[in-house]
Structure formats: C-alpha cells, structure tokens
C-alpha cells in the first residue's frame, strides 16, 4: 500500500485543491472509500477534525470530478497532506481495501464473512485492531409530512417494501398509492435494510425508485404524498420520521437514547475498517481521533450519534413494569448498553471501547464505580429462572470486564426476560444497561446471586413484573 505523495502534488497541492478539479489518480497520503452514510458527511468532518490537529492553516476541499467523491488537504511539516473520501457503497469499500488502494474502508453494516475470509492472510477484519464502530445510526424510515401514519411494525414495513400493501387507507392513512424510495445495491443501507425489514421473507418490488444519495432519497420521499422510503438519520430533512415496533417490543423513534443503546429496532452501527496491525500511523491516527471524545463529538454535530455516553431520564410509560420503575427511581440511564459477540459471552468490538468511555464518564463527572448499577437482560427462555440467571450473569461478565479495565465493585442486577427491545430471539434483548445517579448503592458479590425474583437482599437486587 502506497501512502507517497507526487512531486507534482507537493509542488501546489492546496492551490489544486482550491482550483481544477483533482484526478482521483493522483496519489493520496491516505484513501478512504465505501458507504455513502458515512462518506457523504461524516467522513469528511472527521478528517478535517484531524487534519486541523496535525496540520498547519486551514483544510482545504477540492472535487476530483467524480460524484460524491471529495479530496482534503492541508500543510505539515512534513509537507502537505491529502485524502480522499470516496462515497460509493459500502460494498466497494471492502473492494479498495482488499487491494490495497483504500486505507480505510467506510462501512454502514459489518465485514461480511465472505469477505474477512478474502483477507485473512493479511488481518482479521473480525478483530478488535481491525473493526472500528465510528458512529450509531438509526435507519430512518421515512414519509411525507402530511402522512398521518406515525408507526409501523417491521412485518409491515416488509409488506410495504414487497408491494403486498399497496395504498396507504389499508394502513388507516389517505387513499393514496404508495410509492416506494429505496437505496441502491451498492449502499450498506440497503444491506441493513434488506437484513432487518425483508429477511428471507421479503423482496423488493420492482416499482421502488433506487438511490445512491441518502438525502436525494429523503428530498423525493418529503416531495410525494404516497412516498416512502429509508435513509440514514442524518438525512430526515423534511421528511417525517416514523416510530417502529419489532414483535411485542413498543414501536420507538430514533433518538439519542433509543439508537446509542440500539434499543431502536432499526439501528445500526458504522464502521471504518483497517488492515489491523498492518496499518500506517496516518489512517491509524486518524482512527484514534474518530473513537476519541473530539470525534465522537463531529460525530453528533454530522447528525449521527455519538459513543460518548451521556445521563438521560427516560420517559417509562405504561408497559414498562412498577418494579423496574422502582428500580430506577433514583438513577439516569447512561446512553450505552454492553453487547455480546453473536452467540459468545465475550463482549464484543465496540463493548471493549465503551469499557473506557464509561470510566471516562466517571472521571469527567466526579463520579465513581459506587454511582454505577449494570442491569442485565436477557431473551425469552423456556423458564422464567433460567433467563434471570442469563441476565443476572451477562451483568455480572461486564462488571468484571469493568474491574479488569480499573473500575472494580460496580453493583449489578439482572431482570430476566422482561421488557425486551426485539422480537422472541432477537439478539439486542440480550443487553446490559448502565445507570447512574444513586449513591451507596449496596456492593455486590462476584458469586452469581441465588434469590428469587422480585426479592431484595443486602447482595443483589432482582425484579420480575410479578412483584
């Protein structure tokens, strides 16, 4: 992989920049290439953010001619230093990565096997040094603003997206056609969008209009009575934004919470991918500044989410039960859940990274490991205990990952299979929230608890709906 810089480049790269368009030929100290989600915007804010913290003067924004591509750079002392963004698909991304053109591949789903397999001589994708979630976004389902539709379930939406559901009065809105908005083949939003709304079910039907640009897609959808469409959330515009169910769970609308937790059914993370420990100190750096407090805070001025947790009161209506308000009466909930690799009890990628963002929390706040309280959850099992016990254990796994990390003694609890956020054997029922707020809260032992639920003991607390 070449990171070089031409002479021709060095010679007059910022008044290129400024002038003619740039050839996408000419070399680049790093390439970045695959979702749109993440290149249109994103992207680019995250390598001005650091390029204006290595460089000297302003960044500069140039265009190589090619739509949805764009060039930065800036000077250094080392001489001046330019990358390209290149914003389509997710699926090319992986393509420039593997051969060695790209980088840092932009995607909005995660490394498909097939191709971590393609790579594997060269890093494990899979991995932690590899596989890097810059963001959370909520695929953003959307309708004209006159629609007075405000929520769907994913078994509905699949039946709209199908053709199966026709005209809107079947769904209590106007006698009006529906018209279907799509993202193209290429993007990771219709990757996400096929994989949660269709499944093995679904197929699109043929009358959907195809794009590549999130925000043309909204644009039409907030133009047309009938329309509806996805996108990113970064590109609600003047669309309205639909609440969504999945199973028995409440339909909710993304929103700092409900998608930084990825409570929302219809969330998603976006990721940049490297070449793990192959990888240079450049796009390496670049990396670091992303997952760091600056980045995240781009993150949340582009309009995604950010990581860096922050306290929130959530409003519980009335489905939620009187004991887990109990519970909770007296703490915030922390805008982060801990999650498990895919059928593993080792927590995944972007849990090992919240490790230190929550201890962060802790330091900037003034607070401690005493202000804390993990809530474990898990999804439906054949007996009520069993499940209390797999809740009560995913808790107590990120408490020790927690002492591990330097935060040690921090209470727990589990809550069995209540108030999950997904259908029967959805993998995001299986959670570990964190709140904060309450002091002295009593310590807990390492030894999982042995209590029925609903009791309260000087060593654990548990809750069913029951009690």
């Known amino acids: 992989m070449s990171y070089s810089i031409s002479a021709a480049f060095k010679a007059g790269a910022l008044a290129l920049l400024t002038a003619l368009p740039l050839s996408s030929a000419l070399a680049h100290n790093l390439e970045i290439h695959g979702s749109n989600t993440v290149g249109a915007t994103l992207a680019p804010m995250l390598v001005t953010g650091y390029l204006e913290q290595i460089g000297n003067g302003s960044v500069q924004t140039g265009a190589t001619g090619v739509e949805n591509e764009k060039i930065l750079g800036v000077t250094s002392e080392g001489g001046p230093l330019s990358v390209l963004v290149a914003a389509h698909g997710s699926s090319t ?5 593997a051969s060695g053109q790209a980088g840092i591949w932009a995607s909005s789903r995660p490394v498909k096997q097939s191709e971590a397999d393609q790579v594997n001589a060269q890093a494990d994708l899979t991995a932690l040094e590899s596989e890097h979630v810059i963001a959370i976004d909520g695929l953003a389902i959307l309708v004209h603003p ?3 539709v405000s929520s769907l379930s994913i078994q509905t939406l699949g ?5 199966e559901i026709r005209n809107w009065s079947e769904l209590g809105g106007p006698d009006h056609a529906i018209s279907l908005y799509a993202r193209d083949d290429r993007s990771g939003t219709w990757d996400t969008f096929k994989s949660l709304v269709l499944g093995k079910t679904y197929t699109l039907d043929s009358s959907a209009m ?3 640009s999130n925000d043309q897609l909204s644009d039409d959808v907030s133009r047309d009575p009938g329309g509806i469409g996805f996108s990113g959330l970064a590109s609600v515009r003047n669309s309205k934004l639909l609440a969504i169910s999945d199973g028995n769970a409440p339909a909710l609308k993304p929103n700092q919470l409900t998608v930084a937790s990825e409570d929302y059914p219809l969330s998603r993370r976006l990721f940049m991918y490297t ?4 990888t240079p100190e450049f796009p390496r750096g670049l990396i670091e500044f992303a997952l760091g407090n600056e980045g995240q805070a781009l993150v949340a001025e582009s309009g995604f989410i950010s990581q860096n947790p922050i306290a929130v009161k959530p409003e519980l209506d009335s489905s939620v039960p009187d004991t887990f308000k109990r519970l909770t009466a007296e703490y915030q909930r922390l805008t982060v859940n801990f999650r498990f690799s895919e059928g593993r009890t080792k927590l995944d990628n972007k849990a090992q990274r919240d490790l230190l963002r929550v201890i962060d929390y802790l330091e900037q706040h003034g607070r401690s490991a005493d202000d804390l309280l993990l809530i474990g959850f898990a999804d439906a099992q054949s007996h009520e205990l069993r499940a209390q016990m797999i809740s009560e254990l995913r808790a107590l796994s ?8 330097g935060l040690p003694r921090v209470a727990y609890t589990g809550y069995g299979q209540y108030m999950p956020v997904g259908g029967s054997g959805n993998q995001r029922n299986g959670r570990v929230e964190v709140w904060t707020g309450r002091d002295n809260f009593p310590i807990l032992p390492l030894s999982p608890p042995t209590n029925r639920p609903g009791q309260w003991t ?3 607390t548990t809750a ?4």
């Open 93 to 97: 991304g992986f393509r420039t990565l």
């Open 210 to 212: 195809r794009y590549e």
């Open 458 to 460: 000087s060593k654990t």
């Open 159 to 163: 039946q709209i997206f199908a053709g």
């Open 146 to 148: 006159s629609n007075p």
């Open 398 to 405: 990120v408490r020790k990952a927690l002492h591990q990390t």
């Open 275 to 278: 070449m793990g420990n192959q």
């Open 464 to 467: 069913s709906p029951s009690t």
